[in-house]
């Protein structure tokens, strides 16, 4: 359970990593990070992506596609891979994204490019890193919501969506035996609770069949100002995806924003994150992954380097017959105290 003093991180099972700034960081240094996640409790580091379309590329791929690249920070798959051997984390490998975030949905043609992009980055990945057993499987960076795939064109369907890049993904990693993660998101001023399991239904229905979905929380995302989501409310959109998932046998995570409404770059504080966590664990999820860890503390992921574990004696209860508090173990987070110790 959390304590009033900071946020329980235990209660978090990962994070991801979208590379911006660990792409620079060095094998000793990732390894350092990797181990205090671990001693956080989290398990699994989701590496967002394996390539950004002209921008980035986080392991040394051969593909044609992606050696106009602009940033080749082409170890990061390898030297996180090494980092979650030694501190005993799972790592979740990001696969190619094309820079579009679907704000207008591909046509069928975009999508079975996509697709095959992504098979052929997949199949690459399995290549290097197909020994690995720290490896739990692939993620899908595309982030799916259902009001993309509502009729906007009349080829913008779930059903196109699925038969031209969701599907192909699955079985081209189910071929290798790898397993897939998917986060899609949600914004409630647009769509219910109801029309939320709906959608999902539809993409299980036709034939999408990740091993998880972890729906984005929505906590902490905006446009210009008006909330995607309500804390009071995110447990009925939550529950209503973890009831798609449970009926066609999907493992349901909340993958839960850690950053301020205000400010992308920020921590949440304590209070919010706490809220967060309890009400993805009352709706079902198995696992809360956070979003992300550019910002866990002051200065974004260099900052994960300068965590000091300390130790601090709480006053003793003036009532002798009560007996002293143990001493709580905390880390620095942002200037919160995220303790340990569960109470």
């Given at each position: 359970?959390f304590?009033?003093k ?15 700034t ?18 956080l ?13 002209a921008?980035h ?5 051969q593909?044609?596609?992606l050696?106009n690249?602009?940033?080749k920070?082409?170890?990061l ?7 979650a051997k ?29 697709s ?14 197909g ?6 499987g692939?993620?899908?960076?595309q ?14 369907t779930?059903?196109?969506l ?14 290798v ?12 001023n647009l769509?219910?609770?109801?029309k ?29 100002g008006?909330i995607?989501?309500d804390?009071?409310t995110v447990?009925?959109y939550?529950?209503a995806?973890?009831?798609?998932c449970a009926?066609?046998?999907i493992?349901?995570w909340v993958?839960a ?6 400010d ?10 706490s809220?967060q ?10 696992n809360v992954?956070?979003y992300d860890l ?6 974004g ?15 003793k ?6 007996n002293?508090q143990?001493l709580?173990?905390f ?6 105290r ?6």
């Amino acid at each position: 359970m959390f304590t009033n003093k900071g946020v329980c991180a235990a209660e978090l099972n990962g994070v991801f990593d979208a590379g911006w700034t660990t792409a620079y960081q060095s094998q000793d240094s990732l390894t350092r990070m990797h181990q205090r996640l671990q001693s956080l409790g989290m398990e699994y580091i989701v590496l967002q992506y394996a390539a950004v379309e002209a921008t980035h590329l986080y392991y040394p791929s051969q593909l044609d596609f992606l050696q106009n690249t602009q940033y080749k920070n082409n170890q990061l798959f390898p030297k996180s891979i090494e980092a979650a051997k030694i501190a005993g984390t799972k790592i979740w490998l990001g696969l190619y994204y094309d820079g579009d975030g679907w704000f207008t949905p591909p046509t069928i043609t975009q999508l079975d490019t996509l697709s095959a992009r992504n098979v052929r980055v997949l199949n690459e990945l399995y290549d290097f890193y197909g020994r690995e057993k720290v490896i739990e499987g692939v993620y899908i960076p595309q982030e799916i919501a259902r009001y993309y795939w509502d009729g906007l064109r009349e080829d913008a369907t779930t059903e196109s969506l699925v038969l031209h890049f969701l599907k192909p993904l699955v079985d081209a990693a189910k071929a290798v035996g790898w397993k897939v993660l998917a986060a899609p998101f949600y914004n409630q001023n647009l769509e219910s609770p109801e029309k939320l399991q709906s959608f999902f239904e539809s993409l299980f229905a036709v034939g999408f069949k990740p091993d998880v979905i972890a729906v984005q929380d929505g906590i902490g995302a905006n446009d210009t100002g008006k909330i995607h989501a309500d804390i009071a409310t995110v447990e009925n959109y939550e529950r209503a995806v973890a009831q798609a998932c449970a009926k066609y046998g999907i493992e349901f995570w909340v993958d839960a924003e850690l950053f301020r409404t205000d400010d992308s770059k920020a921590l949440a504080d304590s209070a919010r994150i706490s809220a967060q966590l309890d009400t993805a664990r009352a709706s079902g999820a198995v696992n809360v992954i956070g979003y992300d860890l550019a910002v866990l503390g002051n200065a974004g992921l260099d900052s994960l380097e300068k965590w000091k574990s300390q130790t601090v004696g709480l006053k003793k209860s003036r009532n002798p017959n009560k007996n002293p508090q143990k001493l709580l173990k905390f880390y620095k987070l942002n200037g919160a105290r995220v303790y340990l110790d569960r109470r």
